[in-house]
């Protein structure tokens, strides 16, 4: 066995800290330092936790059930190419421009936003981390329907699990700002984290 400076080094440094422990002299811990044998102390029971998420969970559902509701009551009824239904026109005209005479990619549009609004800050949020989430996985609901048809599509897939990444870094970042938004969302989309 060679012996190496920094073999040297180490077994000098060893040597000091056996002699001033005999000493009674120890090197200071580190910041934070917590010692090992330290108890773990929960301030909340289990059954506190599990009850207060209960109830932060009936809060989010309450208030994301009053945002449907209202979206429901106040938004006029979404047509093909960006009509709303407040316009003055005839029976057949609106049978045209019904969303189930529209393509797929105009109905999953219109319930892209539907879900947005409900997720908005404010009007117009495309921004905010839950909007996104919101956006990402419709999206990634798209792709999911594709590769069921399309199993050899390699391509799509590598990007759906990139899309996986981009969802699960904005949820990790929700979780750690802002948590009763985070809660909504995971509540909501029916994600497991």
Do not use: C
Not at 16 to 35: D, T, V
Not at 125 to 145: C, F, K, M, P, Y
């Amino acid at each position: 066995r060679t012996v190496t400076k920094k073999r040297i080094h180490r077994q000098q440094k060893h040597k000091l800290k056996e002699e001033l422990a005999a000493r009674g002299i120890f090197p200071p811990k580190p910041p934070n330092y917590i010692p090992k044998n330290t108890p773990v102390i929960n301030a909340v029971s289990k059954e506190e936790r599990l009850a207060e998420s209960k109830r932060q969970d009936e809060l989010a559902a309450k208030e994301l059930q009053e945002k449907m509701q209202y979206q429901k009551e106040n938004n006029p009824l979404v047509l093909r190419f960006g009509f709303s239904d407040d316009l003055v026109m005839s029976d057949r005209v609106r049978k045209l421009l019904d969303l189930h005479n529209g393509n797929q990619r105009e109905v999953v549009k219109a319930q892209k936003q539907q879900a947005m609004e409900i997720f908005q800050l404010r009007d117009g949020d495309t921004g905010s981390s839950a909007v996104q989430v919101i956006a990402l996985t419709t999206r990634i609901q798209q792709i999911q329907t594709h590769i069921s048809k399309h199993k050899k599509d390699k391509h799509s897939k590598r990007g759906l699990d990139a899309l996986y990444v981009r969802r699960r870094k904005l949820l990790d970042y929700m979780e750690r700002k802002d948590f009763e938004s985070y809660r909504k969302v995971v509540k909501t989309l029916g994600l497991i984290h």
